[in-house]
């Protein structure tokens, strides 16, 4: 059994770059593509204390990978910062592993919500759901994400969620021999604090992109406690693998559904038990050296 991880630390407010905010919802009126790359850079460079990152020679320097994370939160640290902070990392890895025109492609194609549902207020539900789902496919053509039927899954959104698997399929079909990565939080959900449950069909998901050509990175993310002062986030990335296919087809899901959430328990351990240890690497932002 895999223990449930929780990471507590003195709670600090993250916010985003308000001329980031301003210029992304600029590019999604006007469908106007953007780098989430950059973007993801440009958030993390005002992080204090700086992000924090293990395990970065893990991270592929040029081939292709399917990015799994935790899909960490609590008050004042919203969802969005663990892909903006796993883009950061993955892109400051990819940038100083080889500067020729033939390093990776430091773009993730992170798999999204596609609305919120508030499952605590009607009326909210009914109000604003409608909102997110029109300003989540415009960020996600923004970024080349992929948005996907929110958790819980709705029974009236079963072709929708099969036909955003089979859009993400397809992405990593064409993305995966050039190196391309994709990019998904399994659980679905937010989880405050800890690791959550793998929600049934994750396993054979999983499965259908390691067969179009995507290793695992397991990664975790949370934030490492320091005394008296706010915990420093942290990304750990662990070694890449190849999830096990071989298991009966009844079976599969859960068995590489459980082989993923073992690999990223590990990361947040790590992060867990690095507190007064080596500290691992702080995020170097180099954004004029590499054009970022």
Known sequence: ?????????????????????????????????????RDARWAVEGLHPPLSVLGAEH???????????????????????????ISAAVADRRASADASPSAGDPEIHWVMTAAWTFPESAWKRCALTPVTRWAF?????VYGFVPMPPMPPDPD??????????RTV????????????????????????????????????VALLAQAGLPVLPVGVGERPRSNRPGRLCVSCGPLFDPDLSVERER?????????????????????????????????????KRGF
């Open 157 to 166: 959104e079963v072709e929708a969620r099969a036909a955003a698997v089979l």
């Open 252 to 288: 599969r899901d859960e068995a590489v559904a459980a082989q993923v959430r073992h690999a990223i328990a590990r990361q947040l351990e790590r992060i867990h038990w690095s507190k007064g240890r080596g500290n691992g690497e702080t995020f170097a932002l180099e954004r004029e």
């Open 137 to 141: 496919a415009r960020v996600a053509r």
């Open 1 to 37: 059994m895999i223990p449930q991880i929780e990471i507590s630390a003195k709670r600090a407010s993250l916010s985003l770059p308000k001329a980031m905010v301003a210029g992304l919802v600029w590019s999604a009126l006007t469908l106007r593509r953007r780098s989430f790359a």
């Open 170 to 205: 397809r992405l990593a079909r064409q993305i995966a021999p050039r190196g391309g990565m994709v990019g998904l939080a399994p659980e679905g959900r937010d989880v405050a604090g800890g690791f959550g449950e793998m929600p049934p069909g994750v396993g054979t998901f």
């Open 59 to 85: 991270v592929p320097a040029r081939g292709p990978c399917l990015v799994a994370c935790n899909h960490y939160s609590r008050p004042g640290l919203d969802a969005w910062w663990v892909a903006l902070a």
